[in-house]
């Protein structure tokens, strides 16, 4: 038995993973994580290292590996504990167990160390003076400036002594040799939240804002009384932790109905009990008024992450977390992985939302790492969401997570009045423009009160779904029951299993000749805006407007100003900041997500549209909705009007089931990219084949495995390099995983798929 080995892991030098000889002694104690004791090096120095893996072959020669010499029975530290999430996520995800611990551990950037370095004068006054004249007498100038500098000042920043007074390293270390003085570094963390506070601290109060920021326990919640509902889901959540029986939680709540506050005190007790707490948020919604609410209550103990850190920022955060100098870590995603030395609760807020889906090998949800870390860990996991996923409901009511309800708004105000717009009915009536009759008249009343509008675009990148504009009809594939995607050369494709037709000229359901593609873009809606209102001040936000360095920021922070009447926007205005003038938001086209090509875009246009409706009327001025749509029968966007999310899920979940997509079933997406497109058509054959025949067995044995595919995913083609995907499908997760290995191994002992780049994506949510 071999030990895979990693000696040093706060190196980027991470790739060098070693093989160790298991003595019969520590067979069976060993674990993955497990922190041991090895000969290092030519002089085989005692060093400590992590197991990452074992094997039961060697790639060197025998007579030269080495053995463990002992391990740690100290308990797991934290760095063997993210160690083992490492394992568990590339088990789990696929990819190689490198890509797994740089996506866990926190590993310092070579160029970028933060230290300061400080002189400190180690002579008296008067010793300094003599020594001072002494200097001068012989004319050595660069001394005498610095000494005389530090007589002004005891300790000086090196950089500064260097810049300014143009002294030279070899100056400071001669006097440090003669005992003058000291060279000394200093780690320096900087604390986000803290200079966020004071940069913008400053506006609040002149704005008015109160100053009661500063630390000062959490004595706030004297302003108010939890609701009922507030209580219960605090005390069931209290009562299990208490007595060690930790969980995963789903809380689900409206909008404003209090969950940010049942966190912070589910926070604020096990941070009194002396363990630390996690906060995953979404990116877009990690605002300067959501961090403020945590800095209350826990003060410098509170500290964020977010991606326009810099790589050496992070890195400091997470050594603060490390050395324990604060309880509570705010990000996204990535943040999940802080490492704290006693982690008991991590809360995953707007769980609904695809962020927490990674991107890069190894593709992780957020939801489900969680709560293998807080398994392993002994924590608990408390998710929350306004329109919680299909997955973590269909979970709750398996009885995997124990679910929490806030059903009423915490200050009783009214959720906002929507009403759906029939599309197909405006075109009857002459109206061809994209704002409905009933929306137009909305408008003007709002801009004659004075009061904010926000139009909003629910697009998706490329989405060219085609429908008729007579009846609302949509072409879909007759296998996968998602919508036809329109290519080049007048086909349709499905991004599912392949199949192809050609496009109608005229709706196969009702003869019109009004069928085409559903393009519309947020400039266009600008304009139209601008022209059918002349006097409005129209604000967009769209990829354009926040390219450059906080745009996103500054318009939200304009429209917050009142310097706008309206707010064309995609879905990224949706979240965040709360407007509390907003009181009409207008979805123009519901059907732009509900035809996207995947499973999901059913379950994702219902969350928009809860979300976008509930944008409106959050102050004390009451709110209306229009939900502009081609289907307004479509279960997503009826139960969305109604903000019915139970009714909404018993739909979905009919139709997960009847077609067998997650979570009722599993789906591993295989995604291969070649440059020769020749190539990739054979890998792609070849890969099949193999599937088929490792399914054949396994369906042979009681488990049933489909594949599906090739087809051409969304993209089909980036940078020149061409792309196919394949799916499996199956009830069991676990059974995807052994495919995923034995696909893996294929591939690796194949040299024709060297030239291929194939990864793995579980349960994708993502375009891919
Ligand atoms: P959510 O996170 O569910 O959107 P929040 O926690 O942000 O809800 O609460 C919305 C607003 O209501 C906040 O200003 C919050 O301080 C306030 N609030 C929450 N709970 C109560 C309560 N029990 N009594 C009065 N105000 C409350
Ligand atoms: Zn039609
Ligand atoms: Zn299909």
Redesign the pocket.
Known sequence: MFANIIVDITHEKLDKIFQYKVPSRLEGELCVGMEVAVPFGRGNRRTKGYVIGFCETCDYDLSKVKEVEDVSRKGIAIEGKLVALAAWMKEHYGGAMIQALKTVLPIKQKEREKVRKKIRLLLSEEEGRERLSFYLEKNQRARARLLSALLDDNVLDYELVNKKLNITLSVVRALEEQGILALESERVFRNPVHLQFQERGQEGAARGGNQEGAAQGCHKKE?????DE?CTAIEIFWQDYEEGRYGTYLLH????????????EMIRRVVAGGRQAIVLIPEIALTFQTVM?FYRCFGERVSIMHSRLSAGERYDQMMRAKEGEIDVMIGPRSALFTPFNDLGLVVI?EEHENTYKSEQVPRYHARETAVARADMEGASVVL?S?TPSLEAMYRARRGEYKLLE?RR???RQEMADVHVVDLREELKNGNRSILSGKLVELMENRLQKKEQTMLFLNRRGYAGFVSCRECGHVIKCPHCDVSLSSHKGGKLVCHYCGHEETRPTVCPECGSRHVGEFRAGTQQIEEIVKARFPMARVLRMDMDTTREKDGHEKILAAFANEEADVLVGTQMIVKGHDFPNVTLVGILAADMSLYGDDYRCGERTFQLLVQAAGRAGRGNKPGEAVIQTYSPEHYAIETAARQDYAAFYEEEIRYRMLMGYPPVENLLAVLISCEDEALLGKGCHYLKEYALRICKNRNESGTKIEVIGPASPGIGKINDIFRKVLYLKSEKYDTLIVVKNWLEQYIELNRGFDKMRIQFDFNPMNTI
């Open positions: 302003s108010f009384h939890f609701t507030q709540g409206v909008t404003g109905s209090g969950k940010t506050e049942v966190y912070i609410r807020d929350g306004a806030l708004r915490s200050m």
